[in-house]
């Protein structure tokens, strides 16, 4: 079964908008995210020309000759794995500087370019970069609920369902991959992710800069998705390896650019001192975490801390994936204070609307658990907008001034 084939993807429409006014769009994100299948269902309807760089000829061809390669080129183009060819930016540059015309050039690629500062400055002005992640669970059920925006807007986030009880580690556990997910058992979508981290580390980050300890990355990405959700502590990291400390940063780096970690900024704020200012650390997706983990829905439900770090990192990631598709700009960060007051996900929507976002896997709420969210509204005052505890229960809850106890399935739900 190909889910990709009928699943729609909601940052469709905004990859259609950029190419009515934009010359190249690039379509970045991790490998087997659906970038590739997203790419040629927008432009080969509308006559795009397809090459894959995982194509060794084609490969060879853009390699020894940039300039004649993209020369050679039809009007329109999807180019697809661009990562694999850096140089190719900057003819694709000089190719846009003589012929400005929209919707020219679709790239795709599994590596962040914006990361890698010579490739994401040479085609600057000309290029929007449309970020796919994995499947979110909006996708998954085919509906877009409108959480994150209603967030951010101080709109309506009730609802009233069932308690999600063992299906969350199900959920975690089975993660984003259209490919994993189609396979039949959970035996068959570990494998699957096992395999793909094997390739990915043994391959894209290897052509991403010529590491001498491949070998180590297996081992640094299991010691990551252990500290899922958790302030991201280098030395803890580092301190398993015959390695420095700055060699094992780079290496992160190198994970975040093929997108399979990323690191949550901490909020910072002049009205309150005493803050922590490490960031956190999340996996891209938790399919991959608990891959790596040997994590099966049944031994995750019985591990209540893991499944809880799962849990928080599985909400950031959904809450990324709504964002792409969102009219509303995002930034995402982290509260903590020396104190220990925290919000696992503060929002930020241009300088007017601030919302937190704090999880729990238990099916009860206390006041207690809104100490961290009370904290940042009075910080930020009229921009807050709301503040909700995630929690595994059937009813929307009201505790106070623009805070509520929310049921984790509000996020693919509508109220």
Not at 53 to 82: C, H, Q, S, Y
Not at 238 to 247: I, K, Q, V
């Amino acid at each position: 079964m190909n889910l990709e084939s009928y699943i729609s993807r909601f940052i469709q429409a905004r990859f259609e908008e950029a190419l009515t006014d934009t010359p190249v769009v690039l379509i970045h994100g991790p490998r087997q995210s659906g970038k590739t299948t997203l790419a040629r269902r927008v432009g080969e309807e509308r006559g795009y020309a397809y090459f894959s760089f995982d194509d060794a000829v084609v490969l060879a061809a853009a390699k020894e000759d940039p300039v004649g390669f993209v020369a050679g080129l039809p009007e329109k183009v999807i180019l697809d794995e661009i990562q694999r060819v850096p140089d190719l930016f900057a003819t694709i540059k000089l190719a846009v500087d003589r012929d400005r015309s929209p919707g020219r050039f679709i790239l795709t690629g599994s590596a962040n370019i914006l990361l890698i500062p010579k490739l994401s400055d040479s085609l600057a002005g000309r290029i929007e970069v449309i970020r796919l992640h994995p499947l979110s669970r909006c996708e998954l059920v085919g509906r877009k609920s409108g959480f994150l925006d209603d967030l951010l807007d101080g709109g309506e986030v009730s609802y009233h369902g069932n308690r999600l009880g063992d299906e969350i580690a199900d959920i975690v556990t089975a993660g984003g991959y259209p490919v994993a997910l189609a396979r039949a058992s959970d035996r068959r979508r570990a494998s699957w992710y096992r395999e793909y981290i094997e390739s990915i580390t043994q391959r894209d980050v290897w052509e991403l800069a010529r590491i001498q300890r491949l070998d180590a990355l297996p081992k640094l990405l299991a010691l990551a998705a252990a500290q899922t959700a958790q302030l991201f502590n280098l030395s803890e990291l580092a301190g398993s390896f015959r390695l420095s400390r700055p060699t094992i940063g780079e290496y992160v780096t190198l994970l975040e650019r093929v997108f399979l970690i990323n690191r949550l900024p901490p909020w910072h704020s002049n009205r309150l001192s005493r803050l922590i200012k490490t960031p956190k650390i999340h996996m891209g997706d938790t399919g991959v975490a608990c891959a790596l983990l040997g994590q099966t829905p049944d031994s995750l439900r019985k591990d209540r801390k893991l499944l809880g770090q799962l849990l928080e990192t599985f909400v950031v990631q959904e809450l990324r994936r709504q964002a792409s598709w969102s009219e509303l700009p995002v930034q995402f960060h982290h509260f903590r204070n020396k104190g220990g007051d925290e919000v696992d996900v503060v929002l930020e929507s241009g300088s007017s609307r601030v919302a937190g976002v704090e999880v729990k896997l238990s099916a009860t709420v206390i006041s207690k658990d809104f100490r961290g969210l009370r904290k940042l509204r009075d910080a930020v005052g009229d921009r807050f907008q709301a503040g909700v505890v995630l929690y595994d229960g059937e009813d929307t809850i009201p505790f106070g001034d623009r805070m509520a106890a929310v049921p984790i399935q509000r996020m693919w739900e509508r109220g």
